[in-house]
């Protein structure tokens, strides 16, 4: 499904009649996010962070599908949407100090960057063992169902995840008990270095479902309005008890897998310059100057409110100190168990590691 | 009062959390309509219906992974793994996700979950029906592991397993299912966890165990009194996070330990108790602390009663470490 023309028109028979309003959005939200994404690259090729992993070319895949979800639907996240976690008013500063793990980091300096969270924003924890999350995603919606709640869940994940054990689970866990879940399947063509189609024999992802019996949808995830789309008709099947729908989201991860790799060992400089000019910014903004809403101006203008935002933050969570030493003993349980304890008063008490090269 | 065993007294605990609290549900294979293969969920699909009784697809990960899933909206699920040794598979879901989200959340999100598999030989299972992976989940930061040995303690700490805000394995003794019948309230009542249990007082030599192991120590214990030998009986009941003083204590007292566990030797939970005890209680050590425990091969099949440390080897370490 494509619905933004290569003009910047959309086809009027596929058009889901957002407002201009909200297209203006959508463009801002994916090129903040680009911005973002952009500094933090830098900021670890400086050494000031520990790593990056980013969504350059995928901005329409995550901003379109976390818009078309409602505030009271969760995202489950892999671990390259934080995009959805600001388009639903995360703060900046937060994600920033989450990055550096200063002692305003939410999970105090515990987790590496990119591994973020929010109960407040209805947005579960990135953790890295792929495709563990997905039953947590049926779980939950499954605990809605059962509550009689109007909630739905939206998982993300990449193509690689496709091939792993808990992917089956929850795809047939989610259509046996029909479970309001929506897999938002990002297949950026790689997997780190494995292209999709080493991935797996099948000729499409989406094509998986059928055999759970799920309904299934392939659309251009380079193309917001087309994944807002898809995402809404799959979020309006779960709502009316239509159970879950497994949306291929078909895009191209622009950058590295994350900071420590390098994509050119595994892939043409051709095949990524034919992606560049499919790139999801380009796409809608062209619409938007269509529409005489957007222009040059008003792009640069944006995109250096966006850096001063962020330059901003990173300012302040250079400023901030580390976490407090001992908040590495707290949270492995509710209360902490004496052993812990103990662990705890040893290792404050104890010789301090020498302070590490900062160059 | 009621006479139970173990199966009894663990459906009665799951009935009384299901009455108590609708957040609480069971899933896992066959526990529905067949009321599980050991029969433990029996009737509680007719009571609580399909809907908090679920009988699910054949995967661990699925089980797991999904309650947790439900136990991060707040419910309070507890799984079925039909047999310890098929755990595996959710391994992942436990170690990697039900043990860290509340680290990794700093405490914003945590997983209220229960996790109950049969555990340990001695039924003819062979190398699939008969493992003791307890350590595996010790080792684990962020688990609770529960493994209790009678009827009474087994529906007190399920319960208070289920009300407990973290994730608990709850390793249940299928060798004694059936074999251990006692007084248990109708009523639910809990038993607290991180509490061991003297079960027979000694001033000798300090026995612990847990599960089916701990009927065998006893059996020991007695068996050596005959000899003058009189030993101490702890029963550990919570495995994790540990009473350690109780332990401690007793070996003060006895300058001696033995530990029995199914498990193989190397890495189990025996070689951590011993060292514990070791690095607190050195100077009352009058002989070397001692583990009596499974081999260090898979569990076999024929020779299963040579495998599991039974009253006939415990016997004799326990006199070795008196008289040594």
Redesign the interface.
């Given at each position: 499904m494509h619905i933004i023309r290569e003009d910047g028109s959309l086809d009027p028979r596929l058009d889901p009649g957002l407002s201009i309003d909200q297209v203006v959005a959508l463009y801002k939200a994916m090129t903040r996010t680009r911005v973002i994404d952009d500094r933090l690259q830098r900021l670890q090729r400086q050494g000031r962070i520990a790593f990056h992993v980013g969504s350059l070319g995928e901005e329409a895949a995550i901003i379109g599908s976390a818009a078309a979800l409602r505030d009271r639907d969760w995202i489950v996240p892999c671990y390259r949407e934080v995009g959805a976690l600001l388009w639903r008013g995360y703060p900046l500063q937060r994600y920033v100090d989450h990055m550096f793990g200063n002692a305003d980091d939410?999970?105090?300096g515990?987790?590496m960057p990119d591994?973020t969270?929010?109960?407040e924003h209805r947005y579960?924890?990135v953790?890295a063992?792929i495709g563990?999350q997905?039953?947590?995603?049926?779980?939950?919606?499954?605990?809605?169902k059962?509550?009689g709640l109007d909630e739905c869940v939206g998982v993300f994940f990449g193509d690689g995840a496709t091939s792993s054990?808990?992917f089956?689970?929850?795809m047939?866990?989610a259509t046996?008990y029909q479970t309001p879940t929506l897999f938002l399947c990002r297949n950026n063509g790689y997997a780190i270095s494995l292209p999709t189609d080493r991935q797996t024999a099948t000729r499409t992802l989406a094509e998986k479902a059928t055999a759970y019996n799920m309904s299934a949808l392939r659309v251009d995830g380079n193309d917001v309005l087309a994944v807002w789309r898809a995402v809404r008709e799959a979020l309006q099947r779960a709502r009316e008890g239509g159970g879950p729908t497994f949306v291929e989201l078909m895009t191209y991860r622009l950058g590295g897998h994350s900071t420590s790799d390098d994509p050119r060992i595994y892939r043409s400089k051709e095949e990524v310059e034919s992606w560049r000019r499919a790139d999801p910014l380009v796409r809608v903004r062209k619409h938007l100057e269509q529409r005489d809403v957007w222009d040059d101006d008003i792009d640069a203008d944006w995109r250096s409110a966006c850096e001063a935002e962020v330059k901003d933050c990173v300012r302040r969570a250079e400023e901030k100190p580390a976490p407090e030493l001992r908040e590495m003993f707290?949270?492995?349980?509710?209360d902490q168990?004496?052993?812990l304890a103990e662990q705890e008063s040893r290792c404050l008490a104890g010789p301090r590691a020498p302070e590490e090269d900062q160059d | 009062m009621p006479e139970m065993n173990l199966v009894q007294a663990i459906n009665s605990g799951l009935r009384g959390a299901m009455r108590e609290n609708d957040d609480v549900l069971v899933l896992g294979e066959d526990v529905g309509r067949l009321g599980g293969v050991f029969r433990v969920t029996q009737g509680l699909q007719e009571e609580f219906g399909a809907d908090r009784v679920i009988d699910t697809p054949l995967s661990e990960s699925g089980i797991i992974g999904t309650a947790i899933g439900m136990a991060l909206h707040g419910m309070r699920p507890v799984s079925e793994i039909q047999f310890a040794d098929f755990i595996y598979p959710g391994f992942d879901q436990l170690v990697s996700e039900a043990a860290k989200y509340r680290y990794r959340t700093a405490g914003e999100f945590q997983v209220p979950l229960v996790v109950r598999t049969p555990y340990g030989g001695g039924i003819r299972g062979g190398q699939y029906h008969s493992q003791s992976p307890e350590a595996l989940f010790i080792h684990t930061s962020g688990l609770k592991v529960v493994c209790p040995s009678n009827p009474y303690d087994a529906k007190g700490l399920l319960i208070e397993a289920i009300r407990d805000d973290d994730p608990v394995i709850f390793f249940e003794p299928k060798r004694v299912y059936r074999a251990v019948k006692m007084e248990v309230p109708e009523e639910p009542y809990v038993v607290p966890l991180s509490e061991a249990k003297i079960v027979r007082a000694g001033e000798q030599v300090t026995c612990v165990a847990w599960g089916a192991m701990l009927y065998e120590a006893f059996s020991a214990a007695e068996e050596v009194a005959k000899q003058g030998i009189d030993v101490e009986v702890i029963d550990l009941r919570t495995l994790w996070p540990l009473d350690v003083e109780t332990i401690v204590s007793s070996v003060k007292k006895t300058g001696r330990l033995v530990v029995v566990h199914e498990a193989p030797q190397t890495c189990g939970f025996g070689g951590e108790l011993v060292a514990l005890v070791t690095e607190r209680a050195f100077l009352y050590l009058e002989a070397p602390p001692c583990r009596v425990t499974g081999w260090d091969t898979p569990f076999p099949q024929t020779h299963e009663q040579e495998y599991l440390p039974l009253a006939h080897r415990i016997i004799p370490a326990v006199i070795e470490t008196a008289r040594y």
């Amino acid at each position: 499904m494509h619905i933004i023309r290569e003009d910047g028109s959309l086809d009027p028979r596929l058009d889901p009649g957002l407002s201009i309003d909200q297209v203006v959005a959508l463009y801002k939200a994916m090129t903040r996010t680009r911005v973002i994404d952009d500094r933090l690259q830098r900021l670890q090729r400086q050494g000031r962070i520990a790593f990056h992993v980013g969504s350059l070319g995928e901005e329409a895949a995550i901003i379109g599908s976390a818009a078309a979800l409602r505030d009271r639907d969760w995202i489950v996240p892999c671990y390259r949407e934080v995009g959805a976690l600001l388009w639903r008013g995360y703060p900046l500063q937060r994600y920033v100090d989450h990055m550096f793990g200063n002692a305003d980091d939410p999970v105090v300096g515990r987790q590496m960057p990119d591994h973020t969270f929010s109960r407040e924003h209805r947005y579960l924890c990135v953790s890295a063992p792929i495709g563990t999350q997905l039953p947590h995603a049926v779980g939950l919606g499954w605990a809605a169902k059962k509550r009689g709640l109007d909630e739905c869940v939206g998982v993300f994940f990449g193509d690689g995840a496709t091939s792993s054990n808990d992917f089956h689970a929850a795809m047939n866990f989610a259509t046996v008990y029909q479970t309001p879940t929506l897999f938002l399947c990002r297949n950026n063509g790689y997997a780190i270095s494995l292209p999709t189609d080493r991935q797996t024999a099948t000729r499409t992802l989406a094509e998986k479902a059928t055999a759970y019996n799920m309904s299934a949808l392939r659309v251009d995830g380079n193309d917001v309005l087309a994944v807002w789309r898809a995402v809404r008709e799959a979020l309006q099947r779960a709502r009316e008890g239509g159970g879950p729908t497994f949306v291929e989201l078909m895009t191209y991860r622009l950058g590295g897998h994350s900071t420590s790799d390098d994509p050119r060992i595994y892939r043409s400089k051709e095949e990524v310059e034919s992606w560049r000019r499919a790139d999801p910014l380009v796409r809608v903004r062209k619409h938007l100057e269509q529409r005489d809403v957007w222009d040059d101006d008003i792009d640069a203008d944006w995109r250096s409110a966006c850096e001063a935002e962020v330059k901003d933050c990173v300012r302040r969570a250079e400023e901030k100190p580390a976490p407090e030493l001992r908040e590495m003993f707290t949270d492995v349980y509710k209360d902490q168990p004496p052993h812990l304890a103990e662990q705890e008063s040893r290792c404050l008490a104890g010789p301090r590691a020498p302070e590490e090269d900062q160059d | 009062m009621p006479e139970m065993n173990l199966v009894q007294a663990i459906n009665s605990g799951l009935r009384g959390a299901m009455r108590e609290n609708d957040d609480v549900l069971v899933l896992g294979e066959d526990v529905g309509r067949l009321g599980g293969v050991f029969r433990v969920t029996q009737g509680l699909q007719e009571e609580f219906g399909a809907d908090r009784v679920i009988d699910t697809p054949l995967s661990e990960s699925g089980i797991i992974g999904t309650a947790i899933g439900m136990a991060l909206h707040g419910m309070r699920p507890v799984s079925e793994i039909q047999f310890a040794d098929f755990i595996y598979p959710g391994f992942d879901q436990l170690v990697s996700e039900a043990a860290k989200y509340r680290y990794r959340t700093a405490g914003e999100f945590q997983v209220p979950l229960v996790v109950r598999t049969p555990y340990g030989g001695g039924i003819r299972g062979g190398q699939y029906h008969s493992q003791s992976p307890e350590a595996l989940f010790i080792h684990t930061s962020g688990l609770k592991v529960v493994c209790p040995s009678n009827p009474y303690d087994a529906k007190g700490l399920l319960i208070e397993a289920i009300r407990d805000d973290d994730p608990v394995i709850f390793f249940e003794p299928k060798r004694v299912y059936r074999a251990v019948k006692m007084e248990v309230p109708e009523e639910p009542y809990v038993v607290p966890l991180s509490e061991a249990k003297i079960v027979r007082a000694g001033e000798q030599v300090t026995c612990v165990a847990w599960g089916a192991m701990l009927y065998e120590a006893f059996s020991a214990a007695e068996e050596v009194a005959k000899q003058g030998i009189d030993v101490e009986v702890i029963d550990l009941r919570t495995l994790w996070p540990l009473d350690v003083e109780t332990i401690v204590s007793s070996v003060k007292k006895t300058g001696r330990l033995v530990v029995v566990h199914e498990a193989p030797q190397t890495c189990g939970f025996g070689g951590e108790l011993v060292a514990l005890v070791t690095e607190r209680a050195f100077l009352y050590l009058e002989a070397p602390p001692c583990r009596v425990t499974g081999w260090d091969t898979p569990f076999p099949q024929t020779h299963e009663q040579e495998y599991l440390p039974l009253a006939h080897r415990i016997i004799p370490a326990v006199i070795e470490t008196a008289r040594y």
